[in-house]
């Protein structure tokens, strides 16, 4: 109404010419009429941004609107601007969801349903490395590690004390000590491995300084603690965290690569490290209570897979069903299953989206077991699927050794979210 009232005004007692000349009265009333459509939308935008800031006081939630999710965000968000936890998966900046035929993130006017969350949410980044969605509410936290423990325990070698451990039996059989016990059989973590004489792999500077870049065995062990207080934080704070969705590769975390092996346990754990796509999450090999609450995931919902016998289901010499993998080209078969294939190579050997958790190549994680070694996860392709799998532990090798060609180690790893304020997101579309 205002701009047809102006624009009459400007046309009472003009001359025909000058309302049609290109410099008259039609042109410029489009352009007030243009000014002031923009002057309106900016308005209407800032009386937005004052209601947002008002409910953000009122609800301490942050909100930002977008038009999709095809575009990494800066920010860490939900996909329906509320609060994240293990059904509501927080996005981190950097990252968007991508569906999959078994999970959708819905089209961000709620949280994503329950049987999508269940089958594994996913996430990239720009370099295509993908993840997926661990759900872990409080319950399942209790089961990973006692928060409320007020004794302090001392790493092995060292000064550098700890409160916060991995408790034992996650996973039924799969039993763990306090750190800085290092008699036979004990697995723990956080903790280090230093052999009988004190003096060894992660005591090497060979290993903490020259490959790891810490100055000390007790500043590496010191990062240790600090890294697994911090992961479960971030899960006590987002209800989860994201698990590679592939096995470690030189790409980083993405499909049809040749799985990095043959390496030092040092240098898979750099690699971990090194893969964040914003500086609003880290990426860290896997912890051994991380593995097994996964495996309770994944036997438990979804595709509910055998985690105590996964031959129907992985990468073995002795596969069974569809995972027995077989390729038939120009009339000749190939027996795919028994050998090293590279990531996601089958559709048959994943559960709830993640690949390769059973079989393929041994996963190492940052789980201590004695003095000399770090436990490997879910057993490998020339191994029995019944007697190694997914939630199967290997202690046989120390983490300065570049493995043979039978025992392939590689590395899920898990990626946590750094900063616990979030900022949500308002999503109608979902990129895919």
Not at 31 to 38: P, T
Not at 90 to 119: F, K, R
Not at 123 to 129: E, H, L, Q
Not at 278 to 297: A, H, L, P, Y
């Amino acid at each position: 109404m205002v701009v047809t009232i102006v624009v009459l005004l400007i046309l009472a007692g003009v001359s025909i010419s000058l309302i049609l000349d290109n410099n008259g009265i039609i042109k410029r009333s489009k352009d007030v009429r243009k000014q002031y459509g923009e002057a309106q939308a900016n308005e209407q935008e800032q009386m937005g941004d004052i209601s947002e800031w008002i409910d953000e006081q009122a609800t301490g939630k942050v909100s930002e609107k977008v038009k999709s999710f095809k575009t990494a965000k800066d920010e860490n968000a939900t996909i329906n601007g509320e609060e994240g936890n293990s059904n509501n998966p927080t996005i981190p900046a950097g990252y968007v969801p991508i569906n999959t035929d078994t999970s959708s993130w819905g089209d961000g006017s709620s949280a994503p349903t329950q049987d999508s969350v269940d089958h594994g949410l996913v996430i990239k980044d720009d370099s295509n490395n993908e993840w997926v969605w661990i759900p872990v509410d409080k319950t399942t936290l209790a089961t990973m590690c006692n928060t409320s423990n007020e004794t302090e325990y001392t790493l092995c070698e060292t000064s550098v004390t700890t409160k916060l451990y991995s408790k034992s039996e996650i996973i039924k059989r799969e039993t763990r000590t306090t750190p800085g016990t290092s008699t036979s059989g004990s697995y723990r973590e956080p903790d280090l491995v230093v052999s009988d004489d004190g003096a060894s792999h992660d005591a090497k500077d060979t290993y903490y300084k020259t490959i790891l870049g810490f100055d000390s065995k007790e500043k590496m062990a010191e990062a240790f603690v600090a890294d697994y207080s911090e992961m479960i934080e971030s899960i006590k704070k987002c209800g989860g965290f994201y698990i590679g969705r592939y096995e470690l590769s030189e790409a980083g975390v993405q499909k049809n690569q040749p799985t990095l092996v043959k390496t030092k346990w040092y240098n898979l754990y750099k690699k971990c490290k090194s893969l964040n796509a914003s500086d609003k999450v880290e990426t860290r090999m896997i912890w051994g209570c991380q593995w097994d609450v996964t495996c309770n995931f994944i036997a438990n919902k979804g595709d509910k897979k055998d985690i105590t016998d996964s031959r129907t289901w992985g990468n073995y010499h002795n596969s069974e069903g569809d995972a027995k993998v077989i390729v038939t080209e120009n009339g000749t078969e190939t027996k795919k299953y028994g050998t090293k294939q590279n990531t996601g190579y089958s559709e048959y050997w994943k559960a709830n989206n993640i690949y390769d958790l059973a079989g393929n190549c041994y996963e190492w994680t940052q789980e201590a077991y004695d003095t000399v070694n770090r436990a490997g996860r879910g057993g490998y392709c020339l191994s029995n699927g019944y007697y190694s799998p997914a939630s199967y532990r290997s202690s046989n090798y120390g983490p300065d050794s570049d493995s043979d060609g039978g025992l392939r180690f590689s590395s899920h790893f898990n990626n946590k979210v750094r900063e616990y304020k979030l900022k949500c997101v308002k999503a109608k579309n979902v990129g895919l």
